[in-house]
């Protein structure tokens, strides 16, 4: 531990270290400060503070009045590559069904993919109603809202908008959307995606994000707006996505032609 190196961070380093090699393992109860602090010979002022440090970072998670190994120490790739194919939201790499892209990331780690899902018939935002080209002032879209866990883990807060007009007593109404998920029936009714854009910002949660998805004060979230338009131009679907930082890895790739100059988004 050099001079200039807070202690707590030294000892953060050793518990990390402690966690990756499966001393502590996923799951497991953390000993208490005190028996931490006499393990890495320090006191429960430092240890506390490595502890909220690991917090943040996603290592540990809170059990009640004390702390326990994350069970999701592998973070869940997003890859816009592949995540948006019919083969990839309707089947798994084991090739069972599957639910929905999240459903096949998820499954990827060897755990379960939980939705717990709300319906509702709204006016939407304003940059929502924009990009759908609705109403902002009446009830004009269609919105399904979802807390998303890994096992036991929350992992993600998604709320999609679809407009009335192709929302509205459709299939997108019902809790479970079936195989392939609300992409799939969309393209069942007429309303295949062709082009997607994604805007992506990282910020601090608020605090009703903190609570539903069990975070830190000072964890980061990744805000991704998803816009996906039809052949013919028309925005669909906008889904406000809420992702720990810690929990997920995004992965995109474009072509380029051969002259240098950037071809077609992926």
């Known amino acids: 531990m050099t001079s200039n190196r807070p ?15 499966g ?10 400060d005190a028996t931490l602090a006499t393990r890495y010979e320090t006191n429960r002022g430092t240890v506390g503070q490595a502890v909220r440090l690991l917090l943040a970072e996603g290592y540990l998670i809170k059990k009640g009045r004390n702390y326990a190994v994350s069970p999701l120490l592998n973070k869940i790739r997003r890859d816009a590559n592949v995540r948006y194919t019919k083969s990839f939201r309707e089947s798994a790499a084991d090739g069972a069904p599957s639910r929905g892209a999240f459903a096949s990331e998820v ?4 755990m379960r993919a939980v939705s717990e899902v709300s319906i509702d018939r709204v006016a939407p935002p304003a940059r929502v109603a924009e990009l759908l080209e609705v109403s902002p002032d009446e009830v004009s879209t269609l919105s399904r ?16 908008y679809v407009p009335g007009d192709i929302g509205f007593g459709s299939a997108l109404e019902d809790i479970d959307t079936g195989a392939g998920g609300m992409i799939s029936r969309l393209a069942e ?15 601090p949660p ?5 609570e539903s998805l069990e975070l830190a004060e000072d964890a980061r979230v990744y805000e991704l707006l998803h816009i996906a338009r039809t052949a013919e131009g ?4 906008v ?3 809420i992702m720990p930082t810690h929990q997920w890895t995004l992965r995109y790739g474009w072509s380029i032609d051969a002259d240098g100059s950037e071809g077609a988004g992926i």
């Open 7 to 21: 202690a707590y961070r030294h000892v953060a380093d050793l518990l990390r270290t402690a966690i990756t090699d």
């Open 234 to 237: 028309r925005v669909v679907e």
């Open 206 to 210: 608020s605090q009703a994000e903190v």
């Open 107 to 110: 499954k990827a780690l060897g």
């Open 239 to 241: 889904t406000v996505h």
């Open 189 to 203: 009714m007429g309303q295949a995606q062709s082009d997607i854009t994604e805007e992506i910002n990282v910020r």
């Open 23 to 32: 001393t502590f393992a996923p799951g497991a109860s953390l000993p208490g």
């Open 145 to 160: 809202s979802r807390r998303m866990l890994a096992d036991e883990t929350p992992v993600q807060l998604a709320t999609s």
